[in-house]
């Protein structure tokens, strides 16, 4: 596999974004990085008013992970939908499932998606925010199809 296979991805789903699934519901991001510039510039605005304490090695863990919680909920995850449960129109069939729009916050009543809201279940929830970080930030989760198809085949 050459360099370019290796590291070359689809600028179009880093910045659009790709689906984690998580069960009962999902989460789409895009990349923590690359094409995403508004990320880069989103951390940046967060950042500088603590630029001094980062540079004397002085930040509190708890204040750098609200910042990066917070560039994730405005710059990476654009959208959050719950498994919801549809009836039969009868009401008599079997239920079946749709995807909608939505985020079930720390206190279990369901939000709007919002960057407040997100942010809020990223520091509440610390494996979820884990999980979405490990995908914004592989390179894998945003190869082009046509690149993975060739490299199965």
Known sequence: M??????????KKEAEGVL????EFRV???RAGGANKLYQKTMEAL????????????????TMKAILAEG???AVVTNW??????????????PSFEWRAGIELPGGEMGEVSPENVKAVLIAFPEI???IKETAEAIRSFK??????????
């Not at 950042?47 to 708890?62: D, F, K, N, S, W």
């Not at 939908?81 to 079997?94: C, I, K, S, T």
């Open 28 to 30: 789409t991001v895009r």
């Open 47 to 62: 950042v500088a008013p603590y630029r001094r304490i980062l540079q004397l090695g002085q930040m509190q863990e708890a």
């Open 72 to 74: 994730y909920a405005k």
């Open 81 to 94: 939908e719950y498994r919801a449960e549809v009836l039969a129109e009868d009401g008599l069939g079997e």
């Open 2 to 11: 050459s360099m370019y296979d290796a590291f070359k991805t689809d600028p």
């Open 144 to 153: 082009s199809e046509a690149d993975e198809a060739a490299k199965g085949n």
């Open 129 to 131: 925010f884990e999980a």
């Open 20 to 23: 984690v699934e998580f069960g």
